[in-house]
């Protein structure tokens, strides 16, 4: 049995780009999963895998020619069928030992019959259970039911099917394979009838190099360990996708230092994981443009480079956009201006279509698209108002309602303003071919608008009255209100765009869960988790000071308010609608009043949506689960409040007196739900009480619970909770000495009441039982 290096590769057709780092991964980690569970791998295997766009391929060290033996146990009878009275087998027993291989059964000896054969239960009852070694696998037979384990579990995004070489026989794949070359050492892998197989493909040592550039068509690859210096030295490729990408990444700079002017290629990982599934030797190169094209926003014609012809665009020191940007050919030839001119030439009317777009948008005011939206469906079951004109209105109206909560009436109504603008530029041909521009063109041409917005007097009948109300804040919270459009991303930039933000996405969580539209399982078709996060992120990291049930019940307003319709919108976006209404030749928009039915339960299923999300997200913050259920099992409001809550909790937890008091928390929590205690708390009748350790109790609760509360409100949580580690004598001393449910009913009250107002005591910041392991 000799332990050798061993290579897979199946060579295919080109690969989907975006897919090709995940399928080479796994194709190594299913593979290596495979031979080790054939017992056929050595002690310290090691695995490299190799991906590039036309083949998968693995390399795995200390690998087995033939399997180790691995034990053996099945479960024979239970004892009561297999041995008599007497302690004898039964013929059963013998029936069962025979077709084992055991010729005589009664002649076993007693030692073998004790190592193969014992005694255990079962969970049950006691049976005999009989142990063998079995010999382990070759490695071509364990080989060849790994490699079909592998082709079928691999994650591929969409299975083609195709015909194999004699025109009859079809099989399937991410890509049609047309080469396997499986070694062990330098051996061809075989299985029982000859080479392993997979995909109608016998395994062999032919393989194939670049398409271009390598030193032969076929390429024999000696051995498993001389793979990849062959490719890069022979098949002009470099197999490793790691590798690959550290190369281009090296070029990439390289050519931007030669470009000089403190240049640097945008940094984009996604990008750079599809470039390099899509190249097998990268050569980067230099191409430009007209600077004219500059004149658009950098952000369309970044895109257009990026998702279009996968170029790398150059940005100067200061994060501007150059005219010049690399490209990752997949050719090294001598000459490269026809490779760059060619690009060159390519990409050119891709920038025109940008600056077409861009010219042809700003003729028409974001405002003056406003009426279009009427004839945009948005839900059919938020009833007569489920068009995107009605949406805006709510969301403009919900957000003049937050800015006023945040900063007054001018914040309010520019938040109105921007809030009824925020979804216009979703009607532009630059949106219409870029969905990725969305906000950001709104920005673009709500900067372009400000003159005409200025020259509308039923909007701003006075310059000061306009450069009062149309601050640079409403562009920017035009992009901003997606925000956080994913983990990590930024948070609006100000507090008009905050407003909006919430505006936008409290309606939509409360409209699609106020219809019943929850997620389910993965469906979630209107990103109201991404929705919920972005609602927590807001308010914890901009410290907003707004209840969560005050938000929603905003958003529950505007969606079923009978004044809405007489309202119309914020004041501001109504006067725009009425001079697009005029502009348009358009009888005035009127905006029909919501007539949405909520569903049953829809307010409980929203925060508890809320809450499981942010449960989450503080997981990953790093607080435990007992830290995170005792402050959120409260449902506090104000979530910016929570963060400080819990770490009030991380430092009282850390007290001696933390673990008793929790469990006592908790003893008394059970105690007055038994009793049916709501949650009012009765006052405590000092007459009543006859044992020193309550007496002791109640006076200590005099004395600590108003310098906890008094920290509480003011809104330091971690000596609220602190106060009450004084408390743990007096509470043990009670629970030692005193009989809670004593027969005496006026006792009983009067003892119950005192153990509420310790409960409430002790769990204003958090329901400290919750720590109680």
Known sequence: MTSQNLLVELFVEELPPKALKKLGEAFGELLFTGIQN?????????????????RLAAHITNVMSEGAQKPKKIKLMPVSVAMDSNNNPTPALIKKLQSLGYEDPLSIDRSVWGERISRESDGKTESLFHTDVAAGLSLGIGLQMTLSQVIAKLPIPKVMTYQLADGWSSVQFVRPAHRLVVLHGNDVVQSVTGPVEVLGLAAGRITQGHRFEAASEALEIRSADSYETQMENEGAIIPSFEKRRAEIVRQLAEAAAKVGGGVKPIEDDALLDEVTALVERPNVLVGK????????????????????????????????????????????????????????????????????FYDQDRKKALGSRLPSFAKV????????????????VRVSEGAQVI????GGELLGKQAGLAAGLAKADLLTAMVGEFPELQGIMGRYYAQHDMEYFASIPSVFPQKSYYEKYFSEDIPFAIEDHYKP???GDSLPRNQVGIAVALADKFEILVGMFGIGEKPTGDKDPFALRRQALGVIRILTECDISLALDKLIKNAQTMLEDPGLADRAASDLLEKVLRHASEEAKVKEISIETSTLAFVNNWHKDLQQFIFDRFSGLLREQGFNALEVDS????????????????????????????????????RVGNILKKEGMGEKVDAVNSKLLQEPAEQTLHQALLQIAPKADAAFTAGDYTASLQALAALRAPVDAFFDSVMVNAEDAALRTNRLALLAQLYQAMNRVADISKLAT
């Not at 012809?309 to 020191?317: A, E, G, V």
């Not at 910016?640 to 908790?666: G, I, M, Q, S, T």
Request: charged share 25%; hydrophobic share 45%; net charge positive.
């Open 631 to 666: 402050v959120l099992s409260l449902r506090p409001q104000l979530l910016n409040e929570v963060p400080k809550r819990l770490d009030a909790v991380r430092a009282f937890a850390a007290l001696p007196e933390a673990a008793a008091l929790a469990a006592a928390n908790k």
């Open 485 to 487: 459009r994913f983990a």
């Open 377 to 392: 469906v948005y839900h059919n079951k938020l009833g007569v108002a489920n068009d995107m004109l009605s949406r805006v």
């Open 289 to 356: 443009f007209e600077s004219e094209y500059l004149e658009v926003p950098q952000e369309c014609l970044i895109l257009t480079m990026k998702a279009n012809q996968k170029y790398f665009p150059l940005l100067d020191s200061n994060g501007k956009l150059t005219n010049k940007f690399l490209i990752v050919s997949n050719i090294n030839p001598d000459d490269p201006s026809l490779v760059i001119g060619g690009n060159e030439r390519v990409v050119r009317p891709r920038l025109a279509d940008a600056k077409f």
């Open 403 to 406: 800015g006023n909560w945040l």
């Open 38 to 54: 054939a017992y056929c791998l050595d002690d310290g295997a090691k695995l490299t895998t190799f991906a590039s766009p036309r």
